[in-house]
């Protein structure tokens, strides 16, 4: 059964930090690309950060220096880490899965980030 599933949404303040994690199962964890996606009210779902099979990471412009992405492939699980948040990062944060190789990509049910100023 393909789970995805996130965890460590909720409320922030302006400036705050948030960690979320997604958990993985039923899926080639160890061969995917995994990363973050958010969606904010009104606008199209972007990419917010990626992490390759051997590591190498990608960032959107407007979260550099601000976020980073890690993987651990023992738990299957990857995480977002968030700091220096601000209003403009208020989302539905996605986790995501793509097989390299592939044009499967697979989603968890989103967790909202709401950050106050």
């Known amino acids: 059964q393909v789970q995805l599933v996130e965890s460590g949404g909720g409320q922030v303040q302006d400036g705050g930090i948030m960690t979320l994690s997604c958990v993985i199962s039923g899926l080639p964890f160890e061969d995917s690309e995994v990363g973050w996606y958010r969606q904010a009210p009104g606008r199209q779902r972007e990419s917010v950060a990626s992490v390759m099979p051997g590591g190498t990471t990608n960032l959107a412009a407007a979260v550099k220096g601000r976020f980073a992405i890690s993987r651990d492939n023992d738990k299957s699980t990857v995480y977002l880490r968030m700091g220096r948040l601000r209003p403009d990062d208020t989302a539905v944060y996605y986790c995501?899965?793509?097989?390299?190789?592939?044009?499967?990509?697979?989603w968890g049910q989103g967790t909202p980030v709401a950050v106050s100023s």
């Open positions: 995501h899965l793509r097989p390299i190789g592939t044009d499967d990509h697979y």
